[in-house]
């Protein structure tokens, strides 16, 4: 399994992506490598048999093509059956096929260490509305996202999370699909909306402290999703860790690494703004009726976001948010995961 650890003043934090319902690897991994902590990018694997009902036939065959619970027999037997046998074997199973979720759920196993999560592209709505209300915990367990905020104390130095979980699909930005206010999911994946983003904004503003070290937690990769860099420089934060893109190997870069200078990396976010609002000219008018006082508000947000451009080279207004983001293009350090299969 691949994955990366950091250590700091002796404390350790291990970074891993998509154990894709195999959780007890997680406990493995603390013991092998001494973490105190766990971040993890999503894909936990949020289901249990009751989402079978839930899930689309693509999303779950997806879901079998990559588990790590499921031996390569099985799976290649289940994947050859029709739909319909695919659904009821998986719920007749006498083992654990989909997610040990449930086992972790019950208190029949525990996580060793606290761990810190986004939800990925491939979880169940409905268990993570659930969270949400506090019908369900687990111990050790905490979820990232655009309404929770974590601040760890490692060696000395104040580590503030932020997260922000599913993929990042553009015209389903002001979709919720079978989620409530501003989660969104449906047939077993989820995504992030508009709403989310401007309340991850809310948020980090609230809690804003120049002593600390900020760090986004995302599925989507910011260096694919223009919109994501955004975010992250709205947020002000020093890293970000995500995963989503399924390569073998870590990769660790800053935007001064890959770009020949900070118009390149303008250009790419200012292409993620055309896309978002070609979306939002669509959609403006039925959403401004439908949204309260305070979703309004958290729509200014959102777009603040999408209208965060760094100034060009050639500029010469706007100092402070130049100087700012100049800093981040050469600061501002990405970690992007393996899955935890390899």
């Known amino acids: 399994m691949n994955s990366s650890l950091h250590t700091v003043e002796g404390a350790r934090i291990l970074c891993t992506a998509d154990v894709r319902g195999n959780i007890s690897e997680l406990n493995k991994l603390a013991k092998e490598h001494g973490a105190d902590y766990i971040i993890h990018t999503g894909d936990f694997g949020f289901y249990d048999r009751s989402s079978l009902d839930r899930i689309g036939e693509r999303p779950l065959k997806h879901w079998i093509q990559y588990s790590t619970l499921i031996p390569s027999q099985t799976r290649s037997h289940i994947l050859s059956c029709s739909p319909d046998m695919m659904y009821r074997t998986l719920e007749q199973s006498p083992e654990t096929l989909l997610s040990e979720f449930p086992s972790f759920l019950s208190g029949e196993k525990r996580l060793d260490v606290p761990v810190y999560t986004v939800w990925g592209a491939c979880e169940d709505v409905a268990i993570l509305e659930k969270f ?159 949204v309260d006082e305070h979703q309004y508000q958290l729509l200014r947000n959102a777009l603040k976001v999408v209208n965060r451009i760094p100034p060009s080279s050639v500029e010469t207004e706007d100092v402070d948010n130049k100087e700012r983001d100049e800093l981040a293009f050469k600061n501002m350090w990405n970690f992007n995961l393996p899955d935890a299969a390899f």
């Open 132 to 290: 949400r209300s506090n019908e369900y915990q687990i111990e050790n367990l905490h979820i990232l996202d655009e309404a929770t905020t974590h601040l760890l104390d490692v060696g000395g130095v104040s580590l503030r999370l932020f997260g922000l979980g599913g993929a990042v699909v553009q015209h389903k930005l002001f979709d919720n699909g079978e989620g409530a206010e501003t989660i969104a999911g449906g047939m077993g994946v989820m995504w992030t909306t508009t709403l989310q983003i401007g309340e991850l904004v809310e948020l980090a503003n609230t809690v804003y402290d120049p002593t600390e070290t900020r760090v986004l937690v995302t599925h989507a990769s910011p260096g694919r999703e223009g919109l994501l860099a955004q975010l992250a420089l709205t947020l002000q934060v020093d890293f970000t860790i995500s995963a989503g893109l399924h390569f073998r190997y870590n990769i660790a870069y800053n935007e001064f690494a890959c770009q020949p200078d900070i118009d390149h990396f303008r250009d790419r976010l200012i292409q993620s703004q055309q896309q978002f609002m070609q979306v939002w000219e669509t959609v403006k008018e039925q959403v401004e009726e439908s």
